[in-house]
T-cell receptor, first 115, second 111 residues
Framework: NAGVTQTPKFQVLKTGQSMTLQCAQD?????MYWYRQDPGMGLRLIYY???????DKGEVPNGYNVSRLNKREFSLRLESAAPSQTSVYFC??????????????FGPGTRLTVL | GEDVEQSLFLSVREGDSSVINCTYT??????LYWYKQEPGAGLQLLTY?????DMKQDQRLTVLLNKKDKHLSLRIADTQTGDSAIYFC???????????FGTGTRLQVTL
């Protein structure tokens, strides 16, 4: 199993450009998440999707949009990139893991720089 | 709202024990987790503890939970250079939806 995959791994954008970060999971999980990671701030939730067809805002949704295309895929779009969106972006999905406990599984991340 | 705090940095010598601490504010937390992030990688679940437990041991890892003080710790026995990473604690209130993460503690293991 590949688990959670993300593309691209690295991206450099100019201010105002748009792009979509792709995420897919093959664990048949209902819930999926997008986080950003900034130094000294831990992980902050951008958006999440509890099930196919639903999405909800997290802690820091401004400047982002998401699409839950199907059960496997959850994409994150930056319509007009800003330098403040320079970060590492992680996708995750959740389901029963260790000893039946709900667990989040993370992708390898996308390192985005906005100039 | 929920808040989870950790110290940012810890340095230990190889072979010593490491203790990484975490405090949280949400008294309704049901599960508390420890994740490990190696350089350039995503987060991997190390272990978890249910809120009605005081301690959980898993090989070199010991998790202690003081629910009264809302304090969680991760002890790594016989720390190795491969344990060098960022360690995050996280809390949830039922399902894995909307985990709240701490800021992460960078563990440096020196020879």
């Amino acid at each position: 199993n590949a688990g959670v995959t993300q593309t691209p791994k690295f991206q450099v954008l100019k201010t105002g450009q748009s792009m979509t970060l792709q995420c897919a999971q093959d664990m048949n999980h209902n819930s999926m998440y997008w986080y950003r990671q900034d130094p000294g701030m831990g992980l902050r939730l951008i958006y999440y999707s509890a099930s196919e067809g639903t999405t909800d805002k997290g802690e820091v949704p401004n400047g982002y949009n998401v699409s839950r295309l199907n059960k496997r895929e959850f994409s994150l779009r930056l319509e007009s990139a800003a330098p403040s969106q320079t970060s590492v972006y992680f996708c995750a999905s959740s389901g029963r893991g260790l000893a039946g406990v709900d667990t989040q599984y993370f992708g390898p991340g996308t390192r985005l720089t906005v100039l | 709202g929920e808040d989870v705090e950790q110290s940012l940095f810890l340095s230990v010598r190889e072979g010593d024990s490491s203790v990484i601490n975490c405090t949280y504010t949400d008294s309704s937390s049901t599960y508390l987790y420890w994740y490990k992030q190696e350089p350039g990688a995503g987060l991997q679940l190390l272990t978890y503890i249910f809120s009605n437990m005081d301690m959980k041991q898993d090989q070199r890892l010991t998790v202690l939970l003081n629910k009264k003080d809302k304090h969680l710790s991760l002890r790594i026995a016989d720390t190795q250079t491969g344990d060098s990473a960022i360690y995050f604690c996280a809390e949830s209130t039922g399902t894995a939806s909307k985990l709240t993460f701490g800021t992460g503690t960078r563990l440096q293991v020196t020879l």
